[in-house]
Nanobody, 115 residues
Framework: DVQLQASGGGLVQSGGSLRLSCVASTNIFGGLMRWFRQAPGKVREWVANLDDDGRRTTYRDSVKGRFTISKDNTKSTVYLQMNGLEPADTAVYYC?????????WGRGTQVTVSS
């Protein structure tokens, strides 16, 4: 019973772009939507937020101006558009939905940026 499924990762050269997608089961889609990432040997870190009404976004400083979080309610999907990728962005990326007092996590998708 997969509730969140992330995809879109891959190998890209420095300066390249990727768009991550995370499809959610309709019963959990809503609330605060977030992306996190975890690099090898490091703790998982928050990357971006999108609030419930889809109007307010926040980003960690290192990705501001390069990453964009968005959603499509008709597809129950949250996206992370990543431009100007850098080797430091290499990590497993996870989508997260906080809805109804519960946290839902998807399986991660690997993003690797070569220099």
């Amino acid at each position: 019973d997969v509730q969140l499924q992330a995809s879109g990762g891959g190998l890209v050269q420095s300066g390249g772009s990727l768009r991550l997608s995370c499809v959610a089961s309709t019963n959990i889609f809503g609330g605060l939507m977030r992306w996190f990432r975890q690099a090898p040997g490091k703790v998982r870190e928050w990357v971006a937020n999108l609030d419930d009404d889809g109007r307010r976004t926040t980003y960690r400083d290192s990705v501001k101006g390069r990453f964009t979080i968005s959603k499509d309610n008709t597809k129950s999907t949250v996206y992370l558009q990543m431009n100007g990728l850098e080797p430091a962005d290499t990590a497993v990326y996870y989508c997260n939905i906080y809805n109804g007092g519960k946290n839902f996590w998807g399986r991660g998708t690997q993003v690797t940026v070569s220099s």
